[in-house]
């Protein structure tokens, strides 16, 4: 049997995000602000290509392709990882660090045809067949909808674009809810999953920023958030801020 698709999932963002305090201070000094994930992958002589796929719900996912100076598998030789990225992240984790420190490379120098993905409402993924960002109907979305539309858009792409038979809470989620889909996926890693947050405490001075569009807290999460804070003498003081919406930041 050949091999068949290989999804690597992040959950959140502190356990995703490849961030070594040495390797960051050994890369070379030049400038990476505001660099795109091709931008970087490009900076460190990979080559990078640009793919977008549309959910069933309308939604378009951008998805980077990473290869090393070998080129792309053309004949759906190599096997093909998707890289999930985590919790209110990009697929730019995955390039950040030096090219022995970023799995997207270290996966392209061992053979592998790398894919990342961008989860709806990012930064690359801020597109949809019905409404724009500035709407609240084009956030009315949660993470079912992820589950169900984006992991499955994703794989089916990369499946076609290279011929092979078909972030973790979202992968957790499609594959539990989709065996169709998990059936065709040869191995699954998670990195630190997270299926619910009801253990998180906040002990420290908080202040809060919110948006009017806000994925993640709902003016009713906002008050009950602060409420909190303030009974438990850590709270600041808060402020709204127009338009801000978490994941498209």
Not at 175 to 180: G, H, I, R, T, V
Request: one cysteine or more; proline letters at 5%.
């Amino acid at each position: 049997m050949s091999p068949r698709l290989v999804v690597v999932a992040a959950a959140i963002l502190l356990c995703c995000c490849p961030f070594l305090g040495q390797g960051l201070a050994q890369q070379q000094r030049v400038p990476r602000a505001g660099l795109t994930t091709c931008q970087l992958a490009q900076l460190q002589g990979y080559l990078c290509a640009e793919h977008w796929t549309t959910t069933a719900d309308g939604f378009g996912i951008n998805i980077q392709r990473i290869a090393n100076a070998s080129g792309f598998s053309k004949d759906g030789r190599l096997i093909p990882v998707v890289l999930q990225h985590g919790f209110l992240d990009t697929s730019a984790t995955w390039v950040l660090n030096q090219a022995h420190q970023s799995l997207a490379f270290i996966l392209a120098d061992s053979g592998y045809d790398v894919w990342l993905p961008n989860s709806r409402g990012n930064g690359y993924s801020m597109n949809s067949t019905r409404f724009n960002p500035g709407q609240d109907a084009f956030w009315a979305w949660n993470f079912d909808q992820m589950a169900l539309y984006d992991v499955p858009a994703t794989v089916s792409y990369v499946q076609y674009i290279t011929g092979r038979p078909k972030g973790a809470t979202i992968s957790i989620g499609a594959f539990s809810k989709l065996p169709s889909l998990a059936s065709g996926i040869s191995v699954f890693v998670a990195l630190a999953p997270v299926t619910y947050t009801a253990h998180q405490r906040i002990a420290c001075p908080t202040y809060v920023f919110y948006g009017t569009q806000d994925y993640l807290a709902d003016p009713q999460d906002v008050a009950t958030l602060t409420a909190a804070l303030r009974a438990s003498g850590n709270y600041l003081g808060s402020t709204s801020l127009e338009g801000y919406a978490h994941m498209g930041s």
